[in-house]
T-cell receptor
């Protein structure tokens, strides 16, 4: 059972480039979310989804887009990367929601924007 | 504003010692509180989840308590081992905001 899989693990971008961070889970979880982790800031919620076709904003959504066309996948898109988006990004899923049960995390995607 | 604080930021203990990690939260409308472990370069692993109606949860050598009146949770680790070395994060889910807010973590080093 793979759990939550994130790709790529490492990425370097130039300012203004676009890219997509992929997240897939094989646990049939309805809830999926993206966090960024920065030194001194902890983990902050970017976007989340409570099911296929449904997405909503978290604490720091600006500069990021998401979509949820299937239960399994929840990609995070950076349309025009900025140095402030240098961070470690984590995808997490839960059977029902962040309030009801255990969150399962991927191993992270480390992004550097030059 | 919903805030979660973990003190100390870092802790170093000799192997075998019992220890307590602290987590404070400001939101009185807590729904649940979770404790996670994060190893360097890895994602977070859920350790314990305490619902607001519960006072504590136990898993092996780990025991987490919740005191809503004081806005505090503690993670007790018994007979610490070098393999326990990691960063431990707590996170509060608020009924008011509908958000899961993380503390910044306590980095634990257990020396052989």
């Amino acid at each position: 059972n793979a759990g939550v899989t994130q790709t790529p693990k490492f990425q370097v971008l130039k300012t203004g480039q676009s890219m997509t961070l992929q997240c897939a889970q094989d646990m049939n979880h309805e809830y999926m979310s993206w966090y960024r982790q920065d030194p001194g800031m902890g983990l902050r919620l970017i976007h989340y989804s409570v099911g296929a076709g449904i997405t909503d904003q978290g604490e720091v959504p600006n500069g990021y887009n998401v979509s949820r066309s299937t239960t399994e996948d929840f990609p995070l898109r950076l349309l025009s990367a900025a140095p402030s988006q240098t961070s470690v990004y984590f995808c997490a899923s839960s059977r029902e929601g962040a309030n009801t049960g255990e969150l399962f995390f991927g191993e992270g995607s480390r992004l550097t924007v030059l | 504003k919903q805030e979660v604080t973990q003190i100390p930021a870092a802790l170093s203990v000799p192997e075998g010692e019992n220890l307590v990690l602290n987590c404070s939260f400001t939101d009185s409308a807590i729904y649940n509180l979770q404790w996670f472990r994060q190893d360097p370069g890895k994602g977070l692993t859920s350790l314990l989840l305490i619902q607001s109606s519960q006072r504590e949860q136990t898993s092996g050598r780990l025991n987490a308590s919740l005191d809503k009146s004081s806005g505090r949770s503690t993670l007790y680790i018994a007979a610490s081992q070098p393999g326990d070395s990691a960063t431990y994060l707590c996170a509060e889910f608020s009924s008011n905001t509908g958000k899961l807010i993380f503390g910044q973590g306590t980095t634990l080093q257990v020396k052989p």
